[in-house]
């Protein structure tokens, strides 16, 4: 434990190797590291009233400090409701809310004798049914996180799941199976207190979601599963010490942030993840600080996450590739691939993890990263100016749906009976069935392009499956980067990059039939229309945009359905 974070190995052709030791160059004559520490905005953006925003989103630089002091907050409660005998906590959060909790619960598993824990992080009521199936309301925690307080799929978890364990306990036991984390002053704190929640957790202000995991946000629900919470935070504490150095060959995020801003400006602007199965989901919340952070002005960084390692000839010349490698596993499968790309001149940085507790270095290396990118991009790595239209256009739908009790019905182009009911949703391209419309469609993507599934669906094994294969066939014939989301989910990650990035985008929309719906108490409409206005709503976004989209409806069975989408490409 006492060794200090180490900066990663890059294997490049030369040509690259010398834009990237330009970029460390001019990190080291800006004094970036310096500035940064100092929380200097003007490294980002000129505008006083942008560098005041900026400065107030920084927090997250020494918040390992602030939460060794906040530790006992957080095991009173552990201790107190294991006493109390709960079995399963439930986060109900969106985005940067809900991501590092699901990838510690998804990396370490539970402690023995500690709390299960459920991410709640969309509204599709089948996900909702399904999570209230595997638990026992008498027992369990909800979490309402959002830093904002007032997040509509966080809110509308709270209302549905104080209903249930207020019909459960009764409404005067119902706050103890609440707690709630958030910014001091929020209607989420307020709504605390009012309810008497067992605890709210009051946030440092000056985080953003993407950068909270080792605040509150990350922690509470950490402790939860049995994390020794202080292990984490010394691995925190390695990269911020690190951070301190002015070299990028000493500094592990400086470092990396030069190779990525660096790589950006050589239009190689996809950065792709390798990463060994124990740490397979990292990519989940390093794919929103990437999107998110970056994916504005015209301009961004793609991450690509769950992609399948293929052989060089798949990839184009727009990528970088981030192998985080787990010693100790079997990775004889990925470093082979991991070297057929090096030797096929692909730029990849290595990482060696040689202890799981290390992901508390890694979330604060590649924040400090992604925002060092952001100096290269001339960008403001700390808003997220795109995140809102979305957001917009669903609330005018849910206005409209309050007003006509329905939904707009957009017409689709193209209807498919056989062997699956199929309708696509876009412009009339000439293409007059589903193979004749989808091939014409896709004869618009480019090299440098990407393309995004995003699956307004319950996200089970057999429809993970499918959008995988689909994905795999889509790089391996198009050869360009794909990614895949689910709905509401992605707006609040890649959906920012989707419409204030490059457009670039090549945008697949997959809606499929709702079993079981659940109302929403205390509102007209339920889950299944509050999904529904977000994914017409993000259309609306992305056609206001220009961006090159379609929606596939598919009825009955999804998975079948998207194999038949498969076939038809
Ligand atoms: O934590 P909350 O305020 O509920 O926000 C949750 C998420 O919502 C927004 O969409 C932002 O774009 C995300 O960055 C944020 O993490």
Redesign the pocket.
């Known amino acids: 434990m006492s060794t200090a974070l180490q900066v990663g190995q890059f294997q490049a052709p030369a040509d690259l190797q010398r834009s990237v030791a330009e970029g460390w160059r001019v990190l080291d004559e800006q004094q970036v590291a310096a500035r940064i520490s100092q929380i200097d905005a003007s490294l980002w953006k000129s505008d006083p009233a942008i560098q005041e925003k900026i400065r107030n989103r920084l927090g997250w630089l020494t918040v390992v400090n602030t939460m060794r002091e906040k530790y006992d907050e957080i095991a009173t409660l552990v201790d107190a409701v294991r006493k109390d005998g709960y079995k399963s906590a439930i986060l109900l ?7 590092c909790p699901e990838v510690l619960r998804t990396t370490f598993g539970v402690v023995p004798g500690y709390l299960e824990l459920y991410v709640l992080d969309t509204t599709d009521p089948d996900t909702v049914h399904t999570v209230e199936q595997k638990i026992d309301l008498r027992t369990s925690l909800f979490i309402v ?7 509509i ?2 809110m509308s978890h709270y209302k549905y799941f104080f209903d249930r364990v207020s019909k459960e306990v009764g409404a005067d036991e119902a706050g103890k199976h609440f707690i709630a984390i ?2 001091p002053g ?1 209607s989420l704190e307020t709504l605390g207190r009012e309810q008497n929640f067992r605890h709210v957790f009051l946030n440092p202000p000056d985080i ?3 950068y ?1 995991a080792l605040s509150f ?1 990350g922690l509470v629900p950490g402790a939860l599963i049995g994390l020794n919470i202080p292990r984490l935070l010394e691995w925190g504490e390695k990269a911020m010490n690190a951070s301190q150095k002015s070299s990028a060959q000493e500094n592990p995020g400086l470092w990396l942030g030069g190779i990525m801003g660096a790589l950006y400006k050589q239009q190689r602007d996809k950065v792709t993840f390798i990463i060994s199965p124990e740490l397979r989901s990292f990519g989940y919340w390093v794919e ?1 600080l990437i999107a ?1 952070s970056t994916g504005k002005e015209g301009r961004g960084l793609l991450p690509v996450e769950g992609e399948q390692l293929g052989t060089p000839d798949v990839y184009g010349n727009d990528r970088i590739f981030a192998y985080l490698r787990v010693d100790g596993g079997d990775n004889s499968e990925l470093d082979k691939g991991v070297q057929a790309l090096v030797d096929a001149g692909q730029p990849v940085v290595r990482f060696e993890i040689g202890d799981l507790y290390q992901i508390g270095a890694e979330f604060f290396r590649w924040e400090y990263a992604t925002v060092v990118s952001g100096f290269f991009l001339d960008i403001n790595p700390l808003d ?1 100016p795109n ?2 239209e979305s ?1 917009d256009n669903t609330k005018r739908i849910l206005t409209q749906y309050q007003q006509e009790h329905r939904l707009p019905e957009p017409t689709p182009v193209v209807v498919t009976n056989e062997p699956a009911k199929i309708e696509i949703v876009g412009k009339e391209n000439g293409g007059k069935d589903l193979a004749g419309y989808l091939h014409n469609f896709l004869a618009q993507v480019r090299p440098g392009d990407y393309i995004a599934i995003m699956a307004y669906v319950e996200r089970t094994e057999s429809t993970e499956a499918a959008l995988q294969a689909l994905r795999t066939h889509l790089r391996d014939t198009y050869k360009v980067a794909t990614t895949v989301g689910y709905g509401p989910r992605f ?3 890649t ?2 990059l989707h419409k204030g990035g490059a457009n670039n985008g090549v945008f697949i929309q997959i809606t499929g039939d709702v079993h079981q719906d659940a109302s929403i108490p205390g509102e007209i409409y339920s889950f299944a229309v509050l999904k529904e206005s977000q994914a017409l709503g993000d259309l609306y976004s992305l056609d206001n945009h220009e961006r090159r989209n379609i929606r596939i409806h598919v009825s009955g069975d999804l998975a079948k359905g998207l194999q038949v989408v498969d076939q038809a490409i």
């Open positions: 959060g969106m985005g940067g809310s809900s991501l996180a959002s830093k904002s307080g007032g997040t799929e966080t958030t910014d929020t953003g979601g993407r909270s946000f929103q998110e997220e995140v809102q957001k707006l609040h990650s959906g920012q």
